[in-house]
């Protein structure tokens, strides 16, 4: 099956990066210390369906444990896939990295930010989260019809590395669209001229997840929230964009 959206995907597409945009601003804008990680998910949710979406996590995955949520709320040391609940309480200084997906009119997006609620805990979080979003500005600066995924991971790698961080290289990009997920993979490291070469039509999910510590990652218990490995914090970025014979979309602006 062609990766390359029609058309009418792509109108829907649009249409979807918007509504999910503004899901994640209403989410971050009811951020503050005491709410509950259930609360934020009501809020995501109801925000998504209000604007003529479904949320696209909800139940998604193996049939057997089954994401359980609208967004994945990753707080501190979790990388992502954190699972929002009442018990998980939002506190001051917390890093908090909000994962929200939806599906509109049959096609998704995807995107992701990580924001310090009040005064930051660590004075080397506020670094963490610019050279995070700062690595994704600068991959998404480069693309153009025959750049290669490798030349992205290459531009995320080399910027967060030059900076003291690392990223995490068991977790990786994707291509979206007609699926949540779908090919072709978009790894935050990689070799310059390497991997699949975009053209114009293809839609991609660019999400670096950066660590301050080292790039190990765990799996907890729950089969969902990936930790550090080393307790370090971690924050992730991520905007879906669709390639175009002239200047790539930031469908998630």
């Not at 390639?243 to 930031?250: C, F, L, N």
Request: hydrophobic share 35%; net charge positive; glycine share 10%.
């Amino acid at each position: 099956m062609s990766l390359i959206l029609n058309q009418d995907e792509i109108k829907s597409l649009k249409k979807c990066g918007s509504i999910l945009s503004s899901a994640l601003q209403e989410t971050i804008d009811y951020l503050k210390p005491g709410v509950s990680g259930l609360s934020l998910d009501k809020v995501a949710e109801t925000a998504i369906r209000r604007m003529g979406a479904t949320p696209s996590f909800l139940n998604y995955g193996d049939a057997k444990n089954p994401y359980p949520a609208t967004i994945c709320l990753s707080i501190n040391n979790e990388v992502v896939h954190g699972i929002p609940s009442k018990e998980k309480i939002i506190r001051e200084g917390d890093v908090v990295s909000i994962d929200i997906g939806a599906r509109y009119n049959g096609i998704c997006t995807d995107m992701a930010k990580s924001v310090i609620v009040g005064k930051a805990k660590n004075n080397s979080d506020p670094k963490l989260l610019k050279v995070t979003q700062d690595s994704l500005n600068r991959a998404i600066a480069i693309l153009a019809p025959g750049v290669f995924t490798g030349d992205i991971g290459y531009e995320v790698q080399s910027y967060v590395e030059k900076n003291g961080m690392s990223v995490v290289k068991s977790l990786v990009g994707h291509g979206i669209g007609r699926n949540p997920h779908q090919e072709p993979q978009i790894p935050n490291f990689g070799k310059k001229r390497t991997g699949f070469k975009l053209l114009p039509g293809i839609a991609i999910a660019i999400e670096p997840m950066v660590n301050a510590g080292a790039g190990d990652v765990i799996t907890a218990s729950d089969g969902w929230t990936v930790k550090t490995y080393d307790g370090s914090n971690s924050a992730h970025f991520e905007h879906t964009i669709l390639i175009t014979d002239k200047k790539p979309i930031v469908i998630t602006a």
